[in-house]
DNA sequence: CGTGCCTATGTAGTATTCTAGCTATATGCT
DNA sequence: AGCATATAGCTAGAATACTACATAGGCACG
């Protein structure tokens, strides 16, 4: 029996920015310096693996807003379960969790 | 000219937690969470471009406090000038920097 | 209308990180 | 003695992260 997947410090740290209300790719760059590279990677192994969901924003939004469409995600049940095990493990991923409920 | 070695996100976690008073292996690891398979290489690749230097504590000083011998380490001027372009690039490196100057 | 810049996602190949283990000293339990 | 726990450092091979680059639409500049 499997214990739930654990996660890299940096998977972790990208979880919890999504759960912080970085909903897509770039915003997550933005937000922890992390290189695309690292970024998408990730994101498709913890789509992969159910810690999280995803789905394209409409066309017509990014049209809009003249930019190009953004694919959002947010943290699926599991995923929560999962980033919970690792705000425990990863003491920086904890805090950044702390500080988005607590103030 | 060789622009001054970049740090991966870990890397420059690591260089700040050594900065923030944590001065060998199993403190870091305990400060950030990090496998000792993650911590140790790292640090040897830090000390061989010059960020960090090390030296072991003294047998008497372990024995006296019946445990195995530290290897101190201690961030250098060189490492200090990296740290500083991290903690602009990763927010939350610079969050941890911030916070132990800061309060 | 070509070049550069900004947003946004993605990939190939290399470098780093992580899992799972090991060595070693000391303490305590059976 | 044999086993477990704790501190401390380290390594091989598999998994992941990073650098550098690619794609693509829209905008501005000259």
């Not at 972790?12 to 760059?29: K, R």
């Not at 409409?58 to 943290?75: E, F, L, S, T």
């Amino acid at each position: 029996m499997n214990g739930s997947p654990k996660l890299s410090h940096t998977a972790a740290l990208i979880l919890q920015t999504i759960e912080n209300g970085c909903s897509y790719g770039f915003d997550i760059m933005d937000a922890t310096g992390l290189p695309s590279g690292t970024v998408y990677p990730a994101l498709r192994r913890m789509e992969t693996e159910g810690l999280i969901g995803s789905h394209w924003e409409p066309d017509k939004k990014a049209a809009a807003q003249q930019r190009p469409a953004r694919k959002y995600y947010r943290v699926t049940r599991a995923g929560a379960q999962v980033l919970e095990q690792s705000q425990k493990r990863y003491p920086l991923v904890g805090r950044l969790a702390a500080e988005k409920s607590g103030r």
